[in-house]
């Protein structure tokens, strides 16, 4: 028998490459304070128009109080709602929890396969998934064949998600752009831009089925903060040297993106910075799913010892050996 198998990777060995320490309570109130701040500006905004209209008629400004009421929850409550109810992959773990990861990472693929598997019954003609692959996956998830649900799932997400989530990217960028080329308000560019990011990102999670960990959640919404920021800015204030270093540190990584920056602060023109600015956040997304679910996969694969069956194993043997042994008689 040939021993050129590939020795598995134990668990010691993931936490030295992978594992890094992160305060997930903290992170969890960091991501409640930020998506707080953007609710906040974001009806600062709706605010500041509603007043606008006010001033022109008092009828108009209440008509527009409603509208922008109704906006902030279908555009803002709703779609952080649906964000932060997706199921994450536990991959940032230690030997203590590694088993119960694993255990967890395994429901949340299953229930991504039947996500997908419902989707592409339900709705036909959408083009998201690859139907050859979700007959393949419907019944690995039948069958209960993780090792299968694996696979296709990869293969999904290398090939027809990839190409869907850009096509959303791309669409969500030239909005973005449209918006700020029409809108002649920093408010109402704000706004919109503050929309279609978030817009973008449940967009990308209800694509992949899950949604990144809380510690990149917290990155990912502190880039729609500044993003929003940025395009307020952009509406009164000529860009500076503190914004094109934002915006360089925010293409980091996108060489296409990053070989067009200076071509667009250059120009200084706002929609185009705007939409450039909206694609760095859709591509962050999904380079942060990317790496979480290639983590999981490993984690899968990772020979967890020293568990604590074989511990309290361990306990019963050294019990039973001691009580073999004669006990010394007292005087």
Known sequence: MKNNEEKKMTIYEYEERYVRRRNVKGARLIIGIIAGVIGVFLAWCLLSITLQVWNINQYAGYAAAAVSVVLFVLLFIVPLVKILRMNYFQTNVNAKHASAAKRHNRRVRREIAAHMVDFGMRVENAGWYDDAIL???????????????????????????????????????????????????????????????????????????????DTQLVK???????????????????????????????????????????????????????????????????????????????????????????????CKDIESELRKKPRARTA
């Open 135 to 213: 007959g393949e996956l419907e019944t690995y998830l039948q069958r209960g064949d993780d090792e299968g649900i694996k696979r296709a799932l990869t293969a999904l997400y290398a090939g027809k998600v990839k190409k869907t989530a850009k096509e959303y990217i791309f669409r969500c960028s030239l909005r973005s752009a449209a918006y700020s080329a029409i809108s002649q308000s920093s408010r109402t560019d704000a706004a919109l831009v503050t929309v279609v990011n978030l817009q973008l990102i449940k967009d990308i999670v209800f694509l992949y089925g899950f949604r990144p960990s």
């Open 220 to 314: 990912i919404f502190a880039a729609v903060v500044r993003n929003s920021l940025i395009s307020y800015g952009l509406g009164s204030v000529k860009l500076g040297n503190s914004i094109v270093k934002t915006m360089g540190d925010a293409a980091k990584g996108i060489p296409i993106l990053g070989s067009a920056i200076s071509a667009l602060v250059d120009s200084s023109v706002q929609g185009l910075t705007n939409g450039t600015l909206t694609a760095v956040i859709g591509f962050q997304t999904i380079r942060y799913l990317n790496k979480e679910y290639k983590l999981q996969n490993i984690l899968d694969g990772v020979e967890v010892t020293e568990t604590e069956e074989e511990l309290q194993e361990a």
